[in-house]
């Protein structure tokens, strides 16, 4: 049987799917209140993770061990590190990566977590299709386009910065828990996608627009989230 698992990391990146789902059961672990029941008819674990890697990461386990979930979303915000993508935009996770994972002086990449053999954590392509289909359905106005998480612990906030992370890792946009949330799907065996809606452009002007937009782009994620929850079961098999 399906079961999701959706994560955000700030209570305004989940509030809005809390109200929306039949609650069953609030289980809390580790400091965190999962909310277990169903989302647009399917049944699903919504939990505000708190932010950054560390928090993600114990989110993703709890969610395979205690709830066994079978797929895995992840709603937020980000910073663009894409001329393409603006302020509002959503951008969907064809992968994601560490942008603060530096083990070069080994020969590993940069960004490459030592001895996985990869530095990608690829997103599960038919979670992908769906959120981008579901978007231009539900969405037509918000341009939605399929790319690269980058993720670390940094708020990223300077020209500089954003411009390394895009020549070093070819980063669509910037957030702190993506990548963990993949790393922990990848060594769970469960598909996830990432889904965020763009608050900031990852610059110096970040710092104003953060707080400007980041309610409006959190609820555009999270109204995608719902409207794919409701189409997994219709489109993914699970035993
Ligand atoms: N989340 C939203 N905007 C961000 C940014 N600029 N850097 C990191 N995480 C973010």
């Known amino acids: 049987m399906i079961k999701i698992g959706i994560i955000g990391a700030m209570d305004l990146e989940v509030d809005q799917l809390k109200k929306e789902m039949s609650t069953l059961s609030i289980v809390t672990k580790a400091g965190m209140d999962f909310h277990e029941g169903t989302l647009n008819g399917t049944p699903a674990v919504v939990v505000r993770c708190g932010i950054g890697k560390v928090n993600a990461a114990l989110c993703v386990q709890i969610l395979a061990d205690l709830f066994q979930v079978t797929h895995i979303i992840n709603t937020g915000v980000a910073g663009s590190l894409n001329a393409g993508l603006d302020i509002g935009d959503i951008l969907i996770s064809k992968d994601a990566l560490y942008h603060d994972m530096d083990v070069t002086v080994f020969g590993y990449r940069p960004g490459e977590v030592p001895q996985m053999g990869f530095r990608e ?26 790319g690269r998480v980058v993720s670390g612990d940094q708020f990223i906030s300077s020209k500089e910065v954003k411009e390394r992370l895009i020549t070093e890792f070819q980063g669509d946009c910037a957030e702190m828990e993506g990548a963990s949330i993949a790393h922990g799907a990848y060594l769970n065996q469960i598909p ?11 610059d110096d002007s970040a710092e104003m627009d953060y707080p400007a937009f980041e309610a409006a782009a959190a609820r555009h994620s999270a109204a995608l989230v719902t409207e794919l929850a409701g189409e997994i079961p219709a489109s993914i098999s699970c035993d």
């Open 121 to 146: 954590f690829t997103a599960d392509p038919l979670l992908a299709r769906l959120a981008k289909t579901a978007c231009e359905r539900v969405n037509p106005d918000i341009n939605a386009v399929l």
């Open 192 to 202: 996830f996608v990432i889904i965020r809606a763009i608050s900031d452009k990852a």
